[in-house]
């Protein structure tokens, strides 16, 4: 299951902390760049945990957008992943790699496909990914949104002409 946009109330709750939190790193010359056992950063961690307050307060202060986790996982990935419009929309704001891949040969698109979120697909195609890229196994975003039952996604490869794996190997 897809985790959701926080609500309004906690963001604008998280927002009063956040601005503590950026001055303390600014202040305090905070090492947020430094990894766990699992390759995770400060904001590998928070695009994970759909932290988007703090998503933005370490981009702010020179977090690396780009970072890999030892599964290869990205904040982009991360936020595709789990569904997190704000999260992405801070990120692309960077002009992170869309085509980037995990592990298993996923891209943002292709995990915001799985998500189902509509919108954190729209969120990369606009901004130029490709929508015919294939995971690993051959899949494209089509195939994927196909395969969970994901309607409103399943719309937009449509619409660009994309066809099923399935269609093509017979």
Partial sequence: MCLRELDKAQ??????????VQELLLEK???????????????????EKVYAS???VLLQVGADPETRDNSHQTPL????????????KH?????????VQDEQGLTPLSWAANCGSETVVRLPVDKGANIRSKDREGNNTLDIAARRRHESVVRLPLECGVILKSEISG
């Fill in 11 to 20: 963001e604008e709750q998280a927002g009063g902390s956040t601005k503590v």
């Fill in 29 to 47: 010359g905070a090492a947020f760049e430094i990894k766990d056992s699992g390759g995770q950063t400060p904001l590998l961690w928070a695009a």
């Fill in 54 to 56: 703090m998503v933005g």
């Fill in 77 to 88: 990935l991360a936020a595709a992943k789990n569904g997190h419009a704000t999260v992405v």
């Fill in 91 to 99: 990120l692309l704001a960077r002009n992170v790699d869309l085509e």
